[in-house]
């Protein structure tokens, strides 16, 4: 019993950053990264979510949480965030971080199972912290189309990314995209890309 419960707290102590890196190590498609996002970097994807639009805040790829804590920090209350994290490790460790937030452990490129389940409403804000430049173009492509067709009209999707240019480029549908400046603290150095369809 003594051991078991030496073996969990040393679990439970495990720095973010090494867990990262584990899991990097054992499905480097999946995770994307081999650190959690910067508080930086986090902030400033969190400050493109609205305060004023109804509805959900999806986060898809939330890892530890370092976005979902600034998001919840830009205002959101935890009980309008929904998080779908692929890792078991990962879905265990933000129920026990986040009261409230609810977290299931999915797909996040398998939306249209996620939108049936759990969403009813438009979104609010889509936040992606997917490695989707892991993924071919067709597959980020539809994966953004299917979140913009879940927003509220000219709500955001948020991805953050390490590449100079967007993981889809604004000719290739119909949606509008908006670019951060580098976000230099973060380690690479990453950006934010906010995609919106235009409002009627």
């Known amino acids: 019993m003594l051991k078991q419960l030496r073996n969990h707290s040393l679990k439970d102590h495990i720095p973010d ?27 400033k994807m969190a400050s493109y979510v609205p305060l004023e639009q109804p509805g959900l ?5 939330p890892g530890t949480g ?11 209350d935890p009980e309008r965030v ?12 933000l129920r026990d971080r ?31 912290s997917l490695p989707l430049f892991s993924r071919p173009k067709a597959m980020r492509k539809r994966l953004i189309s299917l979140c913009l067709d879940a927003l509220a009209p000219g709500a955001p999707f948020i991805q953050f990314s390490y590449a100079l240019v967007p993981p889809v480029s604004e000719k290739e549908g ?26 009627n």
């Open 17 to 43: 950053e090494i867990r990262f890196l584990r899991r990097w190590f054992d499905d480097p498609l999946k995770v994307g990264a081999v650190a959690p996002s910067s508080p930086a970097l986090a902030r």
């Open 57 to 61: 805040v999806l986060e898809l790829g």
């Open 66 to 76: 370092v976005v979902t804590n600034a998001v919840l920090r830009h205002g959101i």
């Open 82 to 93: 929904l998080a779908v994290e692929y890792s078991g490790e990962f879905v265990s460790m």
């Open 98 to 128: 986040f009261a409230g937030v609810a977290v299931m452990q999915g797909d996040a490129y398998d939306f249209e199972t996620i939108r049936q389940k759990h969403i009813d409403a438009p979104l609010a804000a889509v936040v992606s």
């Open 174 to 199: 119909n949606f509008t995209i908006e670019s951060s400046n580098w976000i230099l603290g973060n380690l690479p150095p990453a950006r934010v890309w906010v995609y919106r369809r235009p409002v």
